[in-house]
Protein backbone atom coordinates (compact mmCIF):
# COMPACT_ATOMS: atom_id res chain seq x y z
CA UNK A 1 0.00 0.00 0.00
CA UNK A 2 1.39 2.99 -0.91
CA UNK A 3 2.12 6.21 1.89
CA UNK A 4 -1.02 8.61 0.21
CA UNK A 5 -3.00 5.66 0.89
CA UNK A 6 -1.87 5.15 4.10
CA UNK A 7 -2.35 8.45 5.21
CA UNK A 8 -5.49 8.80 3.51
CA UNK A 9 -6.87 5.39 5.50
CA UNK A 10 -5.15 6.96 8.68
CA UNK A 11 -7.20 10.03 8.63
CA UNK A 12 -10.41 8.55 7.31
CA UNK A 13 -12.63 9.84 10.57
CA UNK A 14 -10.75 13.17 10.67
CA UNK A 15 -11.71 13.92 6.97
CA UNK A 16 -15.01 12.28 7.03
CA UNK A 17 -16.18 14.83 10.08
CA UNK A 18 -14.65 17.53 8.30
CA UNK A 19 -15.65 16.83 4.74
CA UNK A 20 -19.43 16.55 5.25
CA UNK A 21 -19.45 20.09 7.47
CA UNK A 22 -17.62 21.82 4.59
CA UNK A 23 -20.01 20.31 2.05
CA UNK A 24 -22.72 22.01 3.79
CA UNK A 25 -20.90 24.77 4.50
CA UNK A 26 -20.25 25.51 0.86
CA UNK A 27 -24.03 25.00 -0.19
CA UNK A 28 -24.32 28.58 1.75
CA UNK A 29 -23.55 30.39 -0.66
CA UNK A 30 -21.37 33.31 -0.27
CA UNK A 31 -17.78 34.03 1.56
CA UNK A 32 -19.13 36.44 4.11
CA UNK A 33 -18.77 37.19 7.39
CA UNK A 34 -20.90 34.15 8.63
CA UNK A 35 -18.86 31.48 6.19
CA UNK A 36 -15.68 32.47 7.68
CA UNK A 37 -17.14 32.59 11.53
CA UNK A 38 -18.69 28.81 10.73
CA UNK A 39 -15.48 27.46 9.00
CA UNK A 40 -13.40 28.90 11.91
CA UNK A 41 -15.81 26.43 14.31
CA UNK A 42 -15.90 23.58 11.71
CA UNK A 43 -11.95 23.63 12.28
CA UNK A 44 -12.18 23.60 15.88
CA UNK A 45 -14.17 20.80 16.27
CA UNK A 46 -11.86 18.37 14.33
CA UNK A 47 -9.23 19.59 16.99
CA UNK A 48 -7.76 22.57 15.05
CA UNK A 49 -7.38 24.83 17.62
CA UNK A 50 -9.15 28.27 17.96
CA UNK A 51 -5.90 30.11 17.76
CA UNK A 52 -4.62 28.27 14.70
CA UNK A 53 -8.12 27.88 13.34
CA UNK A 54 -8.59 31.32 13.11
CA UNK A 55 -4.96 32.14 11.50
CA UNK A 56 -6.29 29.54 8.88
CA UNK A 57 -9.32 31.37 8.38
CA UNK A 58 -7.83 35.16 8.54
CA UNK A 59 -5.74 33.89 5.81
CA UNK A 60 -8.31 32.44 3.67
CA UNK A 61 -10.22 35.46 3.53
CA UNK A 62 -7.58 37.81 2.72
CA UNK A 63 -6.35 35.31 -0.35
CA UNK A 64 -9.94 34.78 -1.60
CA UNK A 65 -10.72 38.80 -1.34
CA UNK A 66 -7.33 39.39 -3.47
CA UNK A 67 -7.98 36.28 -5.85
CA UNK A 68 -11.51 36.92 -6.28
CA UNK A 69 -12.58 33.20 -5.39
CA UNK A 70 -15.83 31.88 -5.65
CA UNK A 71 -16.15 28.38 -6.45
CA UNK A 72 -15.91 25.69 -4.12
CA UNK A 73 -12.65 23.95 -5.74
CA UNK A 74 -11.21 27.59 -5.73
CA UNK A 75 -11.60 27.61 -1.69
CA UNK A 76 -10.72 24.03 -0.86
CA UNK A 77 -7.70 24.48 -3.12
CA UNK A 78 -6.44 27.74 -1.01
CA UNK A 79 -7.42 26.29 2.61
CA UNK A 80 -4.74 23.08 1.27
CA UNK A 81 -2.34 25.47 0.25
CA UNK A 82 -2.60 27.87 3.66
CA UNK A 83 -2.54 24.90 5.78
CA UNK A 84 0.59 22.76 3.89
CA UNK A 85 2.39 26.06 4.22
CA UNK A 86 1.81 26.31 8.36
CA UNK A 87 2.78 22.43 8.64
CA UNK A 88 5.71 23.05 5.98
CA UNK A 89 7.18 26.14 8.45
CA UNK A 90 8.98 23.68 10.82
CA UNK A 91 10.60 20.58 9.84
CA UNK A 92 12.16 17.77 11.13
CA UNK A 93 15.74 17.83 11.96
CA UNK A 94 18.04 16.19 8.87
CA UNK A 95 19.19 12.28 10.48
CA UNK A 96 22.90 12.32 10.63
CA UNK A 97 24.72 9.14 12.12
CA UNK A 98 25.90 7.90 13.99
CA UNK A 99 22.19 8.78 15.78
CA UNK A 100 20.68 8.59 18.87
CA UNK A 101 16.93 8.69 19.51
CA UNK A 102 15.31 9.23 22.82
CA UNK A 103 11.83 8.10 23.34
CA UNK A 104 9.91 9.69 25.46
CA UNK A 105 5.63 10.13 26.23
CA UNK A 106 3.57 9.11 28.68
CA UNK A 107 2.06 5.73 29.55
CA UNK A 108 0.07 3.88 26.94
CA UNK A 109 0.58 6.22 23.72
CA UNK A 110 1.92 3.36 22.02
CA UNK A 111 6.04 3.91 22.68
CA UNK A 112 7.51 0.68 22.63
CA UNK A 113 5.37 -0.70 19.90
CA UNK A 114 6.63 2.75 18.16
CA UNK A 115 10.88 1.97 19.02
CA UNK A 116 9.93 -1.49 17.28
CA UNK A 117 8.37 0.20 14.07
CA UNK A 118 11.02 2.91 13.92
CA UNK A 119 14.10 -0.24 13.85
CA UNK A 120 11.93 -1.54 11.34
CA UNK A 121 12.06 1.73 9.58
CA UNK A 122 15.78 2.31 9.53
CA UNK A 123 16.53 -1.62 8.87
CA UNK A 124 14.69 -1.46 5.85
CA UNK A 125 17.09 1.75 5.30
CA UNK A 126 20.17 -0.48 5.57
CA UNK A 127 20.96 1.18 8.99
CA UNK A 128 22.71 -1.11 11.81
CA UNK A 129 20.11 -0.69 14.73
CA UNK A 130 21.02 -1.23 19.03
CA UNK A 131 17.50 -0.83 21.14
CA UNK A 132 18.28 0.04 24.48
CA UNK A 133 15.51 -0.67 27.63
CA UNK A 134 15.86 2.31 29.69
CA UNK A 135 12.56 1.82 30.67
CA UNK A 136 12.96 -0.17 33.94
CA UNK A 137 10.02 0.94 36.21
CA UNK A 138 7.29 -0.89 34.38
CA UNK A 139 6.84 -4.17 34.79
CA UNK A 140 7.91 -6.49 31.46
CA UNK A 141 8.98 -3.63 29.45
CA UNK A 142 12.42 -4.86 28.55
CA UNK A 143 10.36 -8.35 27.85
CA UNK A 144 8.26 -6.46 25.37
CA UNK A 145 11.04 -4.47 23.59
CA UNK A 146 13.32 -7.67 23.46
CA UNK A 147 10.15 -9.25 21.43
CA UNK A 148 10.32 -6.23 19.03
CA UNK A 149 14.53 -6.68 18.83
CA UNK A 150 14.22 -10.06 18.26
CA UNK A 151 11.05 -9.46 15.36
CA UNK A 152 13.08 -6.87 13.85
CA UNK A 153 16.74 -8.77 14.35
CA UNK A 154 18.68 -6.32 16.07
CA UNK A 155 20.50 -6.32 19.30
CA UNK A 156 19.52 -4.79 22.60
CA UNK A 157 20.69 -4.24 25.95
CA UNK A 158 19.08 -4.48 28.74
CA UNK A 159 19.59 -4.95 32.49
CA UNK A 160 16.82 -6.36 35.19
CA UNK A 161 13.37 -4.59 36.16
CA UNK A 162 14.14 -1.52 38.60
CA UNK A 163 17.38 -1.13 37.70
CA UNK A 164 19.05 2.25 37.47
CA UNK A 165 17.75 3.37 33.78
CA UNK A 166 20.58 6.17 33.52
CA UNK A 167 23.18 2.85 33.97
CA UNK A 168 21.54 0.97 31.43
CA UNK A 169 21.59 3.77 28.90
CA UNK A 170 25.39 4.06 29.63
CA UNK A 171 26.20 0.36 28.88
CA UNK A 172 23.43 0.94 25.51
CA UNK A 173 25.85 3.99 24.30
CA UNK A 174 29.32 2.54 25.61
CA UNK A 175 27.69 -0.96 23.16
CA UNK A 176 26.86 1.59 20.26
CA UNK A 177 30.07 3.11 19.82
CA UNK A 178 32.48 0.36 20.68
CA UNK A 179 30.39 -1.65 17.28
CA UNK A 180 30.11 1.49 15.47
CA UNK A 181 26.15 1.72 15.27
CA UNK A 182 24.16 3.59 13.43
CA UNK A 183 20.90 3.63 15.09
CA UNK A 184 20.34 3.85 18.59
CA UNK A 185 16.76 3.57 20.02
CA UNK A 186 16.53 4.33 23.71
CA UNK A 187 13.38 3.70 25.52
CA UNK A 188 12.54 5.13 28.49
CA UNK A 189 9.61 4.58 31.40
CA UNK A 190 6.16 6.63 30.30
CA UNK A 191 5.36 8.85 32.86
CA UNK A 192 3.41 11.90 33.27
CA UNK A 193 4.66 15.57 33.98
CA UNK A 194 3.56 15.13 37.78
CA UNK A 195 6.00 11.84 38.63
CA UNK A 196 8.95 14.11 39.43
CA UNK A 197 11.34 11.70 40.21
CA UNK A 198 10.96 10.19 36.70
CA UNK A 199 11.27 13.35 35.29
CA UNK A 200 14.41 14.13 36.46
CA UNK A 201 15.64 10.88 35.31
CA UNK A 202 15.03 12.42 32.23
CA UNK A 203 17.46 14.63 32.80
CA UNK A 204 19.83 12.16 33.98
CA UNK A 205 19.65 10.05 31.00
CA UNK A 206 20.38 13.10 28.85
CA UNK A 207 23.52 13.61 30.83
CA UNK A 208 25.13 10.82 30.37
CA UNK A 209 24.15 10.28 26.33
CA UNK A 210 25.89 14.18 25.93
CA UNK A 211 29.13 12.94 28.22
CA UNK A 212 29.79 9.37 27.01
CA UNK A 213 28.77 10.32 23.23
CA UNK A 214 29.03 14.44 22.36
CA UNK A 215 30.06 13.16 18.22
CA UNK A 216 27.02 11.34 18.27
CA UNK A 217 23.70 13.26 16.67
CA UNK A 218 20.59 13.59 19.06
CA UNK A 219 16.62 13.46 17.76
CA UNK A 220 14.23 13.55 21.24
CA UNK A 221 10.78 12.36 20.27
CA UNK A 222 8.08 12.30 22.08
CA UNK A 223 5.13 9.38 21.40
CA UNK A 224 1.64 11.52 21.65
CA UNK A 225 -1.79 9.39 21.13
CA UNK A 226 -3.78 11.80 18.18
CA UNK A 227 -6.61 10.81 20.13
CA UNK A 228 -5.86 13.22 22.99
CA UNK A 229 -6.79 15.86 20.88
CA UNK A 230 -5.44 19.21 22.44
CA UNK A 231 -4.34 17.57 25.47
CA UNK A 232 -1.40 16.34 23.67
CA UNK A 233 -0.01 20.44 23.76
CA UNK A 234 0.22 20.37 27.25
CA UNK A 235 2.46 16.98 27.43
CA UNK A 236 5.27 18.93 24.95
CA UNK A 237 5.61 21.91 27.39
CA UNK A 238 5.65 19.64 30.37
CA UNK A 239 8.58 17.13 28.84
CA UNK A 240 10.15 20.17 26.71
CA UNK A 241 11.04 21.64 30.51
CA UNK A 242 13.16 18.34 30.68
CA UNK A 243 14.61 16.90 27.73
CA UNK A 244 14.40 19.22 24.24
CA UNK A 245 11.82 17.98 22.12
CA UNK A 246 13.37 17.74 18.52
CA UNK A 247 10.13 16.13 17.02
CA UNK A 248 6.75 14.08 17.42
CA UNK A 249 5.67 10.53 16.12
CA UNK A 250 1.98 10.57 16.13
CA UNK A 251 -0.04 7.17 17.11
CA UNK A 252 -3.37 6.07 17.07
CA UNK A 253 -4.48 8.60 13.83
CA UNK A 254 -7.07 6.00 12.62
CA UNK A 255 -8.72 5.78 15.89
CA UNK A 256 -9.78 9.80 15.89
CA UNK A 257 -11.72 12.33 13.96
CA UNK A 258 -9.34 14.97 16.20
CA UNK A 259 -6.32 14.42 13.66
CA UNK A 260 -6.34 18.53 13.26
CA UNK A 261 -4.30 19.16 16.57
CA UNK A 262 -1.14 18.66 14.43
CA UNK A 263 -1.97 22.00 12.77
CA UNK A 264 -2.15 23.42 16.26
CA UNK A 265 1.17 21.90 17.38
CA UNK A 266 2.68 23.28 14.31
CA UNK A 267 1.38 26.95 14.91
CA UNK A 268 1.78 27.03 18.58
CA UNK A 269 4.76 25.10 19.44
CA UNK A 270 7.01 24.75 16.32
CA UNK A 271 7.03 20.95 16.99
CA UNK A 272 7.41 19.07 13.82
CA UNK A 273 5.50 15.46 13.65
CA UNK A 274 8.23 13.65 11.72
CA UNK A 275 6.62 10.07 11.69
CA UNK A 276 3.14 8.65 12.13
CA UNK A 277 1.56 6.00 12.79
CA UNK A 278 -0.76 4.13 10.06
CA UNK A 279 -1.67 1.33 11.37
CA UNK A 280 -1.02 -2.22 13.18
CA UNK A 281 1.98 -3.85 11.57
CA UNK A 282 5.44 -3.37 12.02
CA UNK A 283 6.21 -1.52 8.30
CA UNK A 284 2.93 0.68 9.69
CA UNK A 285 5.40 4.16 10.56
CA UNK A 286 5.51 6.78 8.04
CA UNK A 287 8.10 10.12 7.37
CA UNK A 288 5.17 12.65 8.08
CA UNK A 289 4.40 14.59 5.01
CA UNK A 290 2.35 17.94 5.24
CA UNK A 291 1.10 17.73 1.88
CA UNK A 292 -0.07 14.41 2.07
CA UNK A 293 -1.77 15.12 5.35
CA UNK A 294 -3.41 18.31 4.41
CA UNK A 295 -4.49 16.44 0.88
CA UNK A 296 -6.01 13.69 2.89
CA UNK A 297 -7.58 15.75 5.26
CA UNK A 298 -9.28 18.32 3.02
Not at 96 to 108: D, E, L, S
Not at 283 to 288: A, M, S, T
Amino acid sequence: MGLFKKIGNALKKTREAFASKLKTLFGGGELDDDFYEELTDILVSCDVGYVAGEKITDELRQYAKKNKLKHEDEVRSALKQIASKMLSEIECPNIKYPAIFTIIGVNGVGKTTSIGKLAYYFKSQKKDVLMVAGDTFRAAASEQLTQWANRNKVRIVKHQEGADAAAVVYDGIMSAKAKSTDVTIIDTAGRLHTKTNLMEELKKIDKVITREYPEANRYNLIVLDATTGQNALSQIEHFNEYMHIDGIILTKLDGTAKGGVVLTIADELKVPVCFVGTGEGIEDLEIFSADDFVENMF
